[in-house]
């Protein structure tokens, strides 16, 4: 180990030497390899002074910035941060860990460092305002280059100094792998309907979204066992990571569909969770709820509140529903809120693009009304394009007595 005399000290530097040995392009992709990190050399510039590292026990970190020379010229950075034990001198390094960025034009890297077993009880030096620490660490480093990730580790000798501010030292770095390593991304695939449920004669899109979003790559649509026609390698978009199935049925029934993401370069295959898709018949069964409640206004009047629910029971969505609450005979009721509705004399009219099986629509009217007014009908009603197999339950009706 070497470490510069106390008395020669002319500056705070990093240099680094990320080797590994001469590259081979992975058998999986025609991609071109980049080279390894060896003959890789960072220098931080300009050295940093007045650090107490070392002159007490305890933690300490530090940050500087640089050039890089070598495979990957360019700029680099890294953050270092680590424990120095012994309350006396000779003190030593008890932690070191480091992470560090290079950004070149032959790609990027990024990687992370620790104290190797042959270097804990290394010595930390001090004097006069100057410190000096060597020893070895290993390293893990991720490549980036031409879309494509590698992987690189290894041990590197590090020699930090700091004095009048002139970076000096040098880091060796010897990879522990004979080339760098691809790296495949795990990936996950989803697959979404356009229209669940749909009818016969519906157009539907499957959609396959695969993430994180991949450098290429099929999907295959299976319906079961079977392929779907036209959708056995459907292109992953390289943007948006999604990929598209549209099919018609002619027929009620049901489908398990799945999506198959064949992989490529950097990144795994992975096939959907099922989705069951419901074809069923063209027909929607809309129940209607109709609620009068009174509540004294005061002054001789009440307030009336009159809840309309329209429910639609399946199987199908039911599309433009028009739903309508009859008040009574003029003057009797004043409707003060018609939650959106069209209002046209007595009547109340809401109009409804479309409602899926299972859900609800809800309105609520306010209205006013005098104590002797006696006993009034509310009635509701609704209907849908789409064809309803039960209107008998379409409509209520309702007595109240206001007053």
Known sequence: MRTAGIGRLAGFSVVGLLGLGVLAVPAASAQTAPPTLTGEQVRNSPGVSGNALCATAGPFSFTIAGTATGP???????????????????????????????????????GTAKLSDDSFDTPCYYDAGNFSISGNSVYQATIQAAGETYADQGTTFFDWTEGSGVPEGDDNFTSSLSQVTPVTVNTATAVTSSAAPSVPGQAVTYTATVSPVPSGGTVAFTDGTTTIAGCGTVAVNTSTGKATCPVTYTAA??????????????????TSAPLTQNVVANKADLKMKLTVSTVAAGAGEVTVTETVTVTNQGPATASKIATVLTQPGPGRLKATN??????????????????????????????????DKGTVPVTAGTLSATRDPNLLNNAALVLKRLG
């Open 72 to 110: 990957y010229p360019g700029t680099f950075s890294e953050t270092v941060s680590g424990t120095v034990s012994d309350a006396t001198s000779p003190r030593t390094l008890g932690t070191y860990t480091a992470s560090f960025t290079i950004t070149s034009a032959t790609g990027n890297v990024t």
């Open 253 to 270: 029934g049901s489908h398990t569909i799945t999506g198959a993401y064949s992989g490529a370069a950097g990144y795994a295959a992975s």
């Open 338 to 371: 018609a939650d959106g509705a069209s209002v046209h004399g007595s009547l109340l009219t809401w109009n409804t693009p479309s409602l899926a099986s299972g859900s609800s629509l809800t309105f609520t009217v306010v209205a006013a009304a005098a104590h």
